[in-house]
Nanobody, 127 residues
Framework: QVQLVESGGGSVQAGGSLRLSCAAS????????MGWFRQAPGQEREGVAT????????DYADSVKGRFTISQDKTKNTLYLQMNSLKPEDTAMYYC????????????????????WGQGTQVTVTS
């Protein structure tokens, strides 16, 4: 059973930084996509950043390019999201997601293409 557990959320002032972590367990895929998604109140869940299992293929939403960095540590089975220069509009619940993918040029950013989700961690950015 695949389990994803996020941590690292919190409240920070605009311009600050946070690093989210997602501890993954129970999967046996050799090829997969993992990603960070977020959902603000009253809004749809949106893709923030994705990474393929080889670690070389990453993709970002335009709104976070140059500020956020997705990475993974396979020795720890952990996915990270380093968030710098945070803005109030980054405030949302952040979710980690994963799914097996045989091969992709870039991992999909649509939430519907991921079957496994964490419980979420809240990020609040104050101005």
């Amino acid at each position: 059973q695949v389990q994803l557990v996020e941590s690292g959320g919190g409240s920070v002032q605009a311009g600050g930084s946070l690093r989210l972590s997602c501890a993954a367990s129970g999967y046996t895929w050799s090829r997969y996509c993992m990603g960070w998604f977020r959902q603000a109140p009253g809004q749809e869940r949106e893709g923030v950043a994705t990474i393929y299992s080889d670690g070389d293929r990453t993709d970002y939403a335009d709104s976070v390019k140059g500020r956020f960095t997705i990475s993974q540590d396979k020795t720890k089975n952990t996915l990270y999201l380093q968030m710098n220069s945070l803005k109030p509009e980054d405030t949302a619940m952040y979710y980690c997601a994963a799914n097996a993918f045989r091969w992709v040029a870039y991992c999909p950013a649509r939430p519907g293409q991921y079957n496994y989700w964490g419980q979420g961690t809240q990020v609040t950015v104050t101005s």
